[in-house]
């Protein structure tokens, strides 16, 4: 059974370019988060998402980010202008169920803008 | 604001030594807690996940949670090398249950001297 997958692994972007993140998540998994991991700091809580819908984006900047979950195919975090505060690492989970089950990590994409 | 609270470390231990991790937490609604490992440059990966209070035992890890004192702690026994990495304490971000998005506290970097 996959685990979480995230592509690319490693991407560099100039100032000002787009970024694009996807995440597939586990298999029977329907619910997708994503965190971002800044250098020397913790895990932050981005957004949530199910298929076709954004159920809390509280932790998503408010100009430039944008994500989706469409019906058919990965989740999408979409980075507009980027800048070199975007540059981290961001990790996609996912569970199965809105409950207290866990939530399982992809091996993240590590985004360096120049 | 919920915050999770942990010593960042290093916690250096030797090897087939208790090593001992704690974390606080300020949202007393909270109710689902967890502990990730993160090894340096990789994703979290889920060590243990404790609803209740009380103990949790896995294998060489054992979970303790208070959720009158707000506390949440790790004991990993027989330490090993291996077992060398980032500690990061999770809680649940919404009051009431529900895989919501997570809150981690920065983590306590583990070191185990052979």
């Known amino acids: 059974n996959a685990g979480v997958m995230q592509n690319p692994r490693h991407l560099v972007r100039r100032r000002g370019q787009e970024a694009r993140l996807r995440c597939s998540p586990m298999k029977g998994h329907s619910h997708v988060y994503w965190y971002r991991q800044l250098p020397e700091e913790g895990l932050k809580f981005m957004v949530y998402?199910?298929?076709?819908?954004?159920?809390?984006e509280s932790g998503m900047p408010k100009e430039r980010f944008s994500a989706e979950f469409p019906k058919e195919g990965p989740s999408i975090l979409r980075i507009q202008q980027v800048v070199r505060g975007d540059s981290a690492a961001y990790f996609c989970?996912?569970?199965?169920?809105?409950?207290?089950?866990?939530?399982?990590f992809g091996p993240g994409t590590r985004l360096l803008v120049l | 604001q919920k915050e999770v609270e942990q010593n960042s470390g290093p916690l250096s231990v030797p090897e087939g030594a208790i090593a001992s991790l704690n974390c606080t937490y300020s949202?007393?609604?909270?109710?689902?807690f967890f502990w990730y490992r993160q090894y340096s440059g990789k994703s979290p990966e889920l060590i243990m996940s404790i609803y209740s209070n009380g103990d949790k035992e896995d294998g060489r890890f054992t979970a303790q949670l208070n959720k009158a004192s707000q506390y949440v702690s790790l004991l990993i026994r027989d330490s090993q090398p291996s077992d060398s990495a980032t500690y990061l304490c999770a809680v649940n971000r919404r009051s009431g249950g529900g895989a919501d998005g997570l809150t981690f506290g920065k983590g306590t970097h583990l070191i185990i001297q052979p």
């Open positions: 989970a996912s569970s199965i169920v809105r409950s207290q089950e866990t939530q399982y």
């Open positions: 949202d007393r609604g909270s109710q689902s």
């Open positions: 998402l199910q298929k076709e819908n954004i159920i809390d």
